[in-house]
């Protein structure tokens, strides 16, 4: 069964930072990858989804690449923003009538 | 509306009662995927459909769930005899083919009381 990590739990850093969220997975017959931010109180919105065929996926400010090989994704954030202060969570699914296997997510605060 | 819609919003009930909680998916989405989120559990997923199937039910957490979807599009959650362990966020999310990017909604939160 997929398990997915994410490290670190929480990362607190000023403002203009450019930062990388760590996202590993147990198993590499992974069909597509996804990242989300969280919001308190508020449903899951959609960052970047990056295919098994694939190895980074690009949007704005954000970067999310994939290594299957390895088991690890990773999500680099550049010129941090107070705006971006949120839980971050990568999900992976295998595809079959499995759902996103999601990770416990990486809770983010940038300081003004 | 543009996104994945959600109700109601909040539910409070008495243990033992049934709820239901209905989600509206994006427009021509073919999949749609139930997830739940508690504290201390992270979100876990309950089950996913391909129009109106459900190929797999066992995400579902007991038999007191069930789950359908009519006309490809609205889909319930039904959970019967609610416990104070039901109690969390029910997330619903769409994607427009199976496993492509999925789009969640606002969620509903259920309390049992």
């Known amino acids: 069964k997929q398990e997915v990590t994410q490290i670190p739990a929480a990362l607190s850093v000023p403002e203009g930072e450019n930062l990388v969220l760590n996202c590993s997975f147990t198993?590499?017959?992974?069909?597509?990858l996804q990242w989300f931010r969280q919001d308190p109180g508020k449903g899951l919105t959609s960052l970047l989804l990056?295919?098994?065929?694939?190895r980074e996926q690009t949007s704005g400010r954000l970067n999310a690449s994939l290594d299957k090989s390895s088991g690890r994704s990773t999500l680099y954030i550049a010129a941090s923003q107070p705006g971006d202060s949120a839980t971050y969570l990568c999900?992976?699914?295998?595809?079959?009538?499995?759902?996103?296997?999601f990770g416990k997510g990486t809770h983010l605060i940038i300081q003004p | 509306g543009a996104g994945v819609s959600q109700s109601p919003s909040n539910k409070v009930t008495e243990k033992g009662k049934d709820v239901e909680l209905r989600c509206d998916p994006i427009?021509?989405?073919?999949?749609l995927y139930w997830y739940r989120q508690s504290l201390g559990q992270g979100l876990e997923f309950l089950i996913y459909?391909?129009?109106?199937?459900?190929?797999?039910k066992s995400g579902l957490p007991s038999d007191r769930f069930s789950a359908e979807r009519t006309g490809g599009s609205v889909s319930t959650l039904t959970i019967q005899r609610t416990q104070q362990e039901d109690s969390a966020v029910y997330l619903c999310?769409?994607?427009?083919?199976?496993?492509?990017?999925?789009?969640f909604g606002p969620g509903t939160r259920l309390t049992v009381l």
């Open positions: 999310a769409s994607s427009f083919r199976d496993w492509n990017e999925q789009f």
């Open positions: 198993d590499s017959a992974i069909y597509n």
């Open positions: 990056i295919q098994s065929s694939q």
């Open positions: 999900a992976g699914v295998a595809g079959g009538a499995d759902g996103l296997t």
């Open positions: 427009s021509g989405h073919t999949a």
């Open positions: 459909f391909q129009g109106n199937s459900a190929p797999d």
